[in-house]
C-alpha cells in the first residue's frame, strides 16, 4: 500500500497535536526522593501500558503468551496471544490506541512475529501481511491506523540488523503493509515520541538514536539515525510530557535520559528492566522488574512523579 507524503504529513501533524495535549495534563520532573513502590505479579512480563482514563494497567506475560491488567488489585487475564507450533512463548511491546484497543508484538523467533489488534472483546486478531522473518520488540502507535515498530534480524552467528517501521493498517480488515524509516541499528528495541523527534533504543550498539519524524515520513528512502545517548543495555522505553526518556540500563538500573542526554540512575535494584510506561494523569511511571531465568518474583513497580 502506498502513501501519498501529504498523508503523512497530516499524520506527523496529528501526532504532534496529540502529544501536545498529553503533555498540558502529563507529569514533569521526577526527583531522587520520590517514593518508589512495587506489586508482585505472578507472570513473566515484558510489555506494559497504561490506560489514563481509569489507571487500568497491562502488561504481557511470556508464561502464558497473553495480556494481563489490574486496575490496582490482581492482574487477571485480558486476551490470548496465538503461540506458533513448535516455538515458546514470548510477547513484546503492547501500546493502547487512541481509540481505546491494544496492538501488541508477538517477537517471532525469526520466523513467526506478528502485530495483533485486540479490540474491547479482548479477541486478538492478527495484521496480514507484515514479513513474519522481524524479530518484532517495540510498538507504538503514531496515528489511527498508523504504528512504528522497531525489529531486527539475526542471521547465524552474523550481526543483528534491525530497523524502524511505519506500519499502516486497516482497522476493519486487518490488512497491512510496512515501510522502512530509519535504518543501519543492530537491536532496537524500544520507541518514544517526542515532539517532534522519535527515538529508539538500539540494544546491540548501547546507544539511543534520535531522527525527527517528519523528516522520516517524508523521505524517499531510508534515513541512518543519529545518536543521542549512550546507554549500557537500554530496552523498551517511555518519555515524558517534558521530553524525559526512561529505559533499561546497565545490569541492574532504570534510567532516565534529559532531553540533554544527561543520564540519571532512578534504581539500580532491578532483576531485569524492561517495559516502562508512564500515567500522565495520576503521575505514575511504571517499570516491569522480570524474574531472572534461575527463579524468582516478577515485579511491577511504580515511581510517583513530581509535577
Given at each position: 500500500m502506498l502513501i501519498?507524503?501529504?498523508?503523512?504529513?497530516?499524520?506527523?501533524?496529528?501526532?504532534?497535536?496529540?502529544?501536545?495535549?498529553?503533555a498540558l495534563?502529563g507529569?514533569?520532573?521526577?526527583?531522587a526522593?520520590?517514593?518508589?513502590?512495587?506489586v508482585?505479579?505472578?507472570?513473566?512480563?515484558?510489555g506494559?501500558?497504561?490506560r489514563?482514563?481509569?489507571?487500568?494497567?497491562?502488561?504481557?506475560d511470556?508464561?502464558?503468551?497473553s495480556?494481563l491488567t489490574?486496575?490496582g488489585?490482581a492482574?487477571t487475564p485480558?486476551?490470548?496471544?496465538?503461540?506458533?507450533?513448535?516455538?515458546?512463548?514470548?510477547?513484546?511491546?503492547?501500546?493502547?490506541t487512541r481509540s481505546?484497543?491494544?496492538?501488541?508484538?508477538?517477537?517471532?523467533?525469526g520466523s513467526a512475529s506478528a502485530?495483533?489488534?485486540?479490540?474491547?472483546s479482548?479477541?486478538a486478531?492478527?495484521?496480514?501481511?507484515?514479513?513474519p522473518?522481524?524479530r518484532?520488540?517495540g510498538?507504538?502507535?503514531?496515528?489511527p491506523g498508523q504504528l512504528?515498530?522497531?525489529w531486527?534480524?539475526?542471521?547465524?552467528n552474523?550481526?543483528?540488523?534491525?530497523?524502524?517501521t511505519l506500519?499502516t493498517?486497516?482497522?476493519?480488515?486487518?490488512?497491512?503493509s510496512?515501510r522502512?524509516?530509519?535504518t543501519?541499528l543492530?537491536?532496537?528495541?524500544?520507541?518514544?515520541v517526542?515532539?517532534?523527534?522519535v527515538?529508539?533504543?538500539?540494544?546491540?550498539n548501547?546507544?539511543i538514536?534520535?531522527a525527527?519524524?517528519s523528516e522520516?515520513?517524508?523521505a524517499a528512502?531510508?534515513v541512518?539515525?543519529?545518536?543521542f545517548?549512550h546507554?549500557?543495555?537500554p530496552?523498551?522505553?517511555?518519555?515524558?510530557?517534558?521530553g524525559?526518556l526512561y529505559?533499561?540500563c546497565?545490569?541492574?538500573?532504570?534510567?532516565?535520559i534529559?532531553?540533554?542526554g544527561?543520564?540519571?540512575?532512578l534504581?539500580?535494584?532491578?532483576?531485569?528492566a524492561?517495559?516502562?510506561?508512564?500515567d500522565p494523569v495520576r503521575h505514575?511511571?511504571y517499570?516491569v522488574?522480570r524474574?531472572t531465568?534461575?527463579g524468582?518474583?516478577?515485579y511491577?513497580?511504580?515511581?510517583a512523579i513530581i509535577p
Amino acid at each position: 500500500m502506498l502513501i501519498s507524503h501529504g498523508v503523512l504529513r497530516k499524520a506527523a501533524a496529528a501526532f504532534a497535536s496529540w502529544s501536545l495535549a498529553a503533555a498540558l495534563i502529563g507529569c514533569s520532573t521526577p526527583e531522587a526522593s520520590v517514593q518508589p513502590h512495587k506489586v508482585a505479579v505472578d507472570a513473566l512480563p515484558n510489555g506494559i501500558a497504561v490506560r489514563p482514563g481509569d489507571g487500568a494497567v497491562f502488561i504481557t506475560d511470556d508464561r502464558t503468551s497473553s495480556v494481563l491488567t489490574s486496575t490496582g488489585g490482581a492482574y487477571t487475564p485480558y486476551a490470548s496471544i496465538p503461540v506458533e507450533a513448535g516455538q515458546g512463548k514470548s510477547l513484546s511491546q503492547l501500546s493502547l490506541t487512541r481509540s481505546g484497543e491494544l496492538v501488541v508484538e508477538r517477537f517471532g523467533f525469526g520466523s513467526a512475529s506478528a502485530i495483533f489488534d485486540i479490540g474491547g472483546s479482548g479477541i486478538a486478531v492478527p495484521l496480514a501481511g507484515l514479513n513474519p522473518a522481524r524479530r518484532r520488540l517495540g510498538l507504538i502507535e503514531l496515528a489511527p491506523g498508523q504504528l512504528l515498530s522497531t525489529w531486527f534480524i539475526k542471521n547465524g552467528n552474523n550481526p543483528p540488523l534491525g530497523a524502524l517501521t511505519l506500519v499502516t493498517y486497516n482497522p476493519a480488515t486487518h490488512t497491512a503493509s510496512e515501510r522502512d524509516l530509519l535504518t543501519g541499528l543492530g537491536k532496537p528495541v524500544g520507541i518514544a515520541v517526542s515532539g517532534g523527534d522519535v527515538f529508539v533504543s538500539d540494544q546491540a550498539n548501547n546507544t539511543i538514536v534520535k531522527a525527527n519524524l517528519s523528516e522520516l515520513l517524508n523521505a524517499a528512502a531510508p534515513v541512518t539515525p543519529t545518536v543521542f545517548a549512550h546507554v549500557d543495555s537500554p530496552d523498551l522505553m517511555t518519555v515524558d510530557a517534558q521530553g524525559r526518556l526512561y529505559t533499561k540500563c546497565n545490569k541492574n538500573g532504570l534510567c532516565e535520559i534529559a532531553p540533554d542526554g544527561t543520564i540519571r540512575v532512578l534504581a539500580n535494584d532491578f532483576q531485569d528492566a524492561r517495559g516502562v510506561a508512564i500515567d500522565p494523569v495520576r503521575h505514575v511511571l511504571y517499570a516491569v522488574d522480570r524474574a531472572t531465568p534461575s527463579g524468582g518474583t516478577s515485579y511491577v513497580r511504580t515511581f510517583a512523579i513530581i509535577p
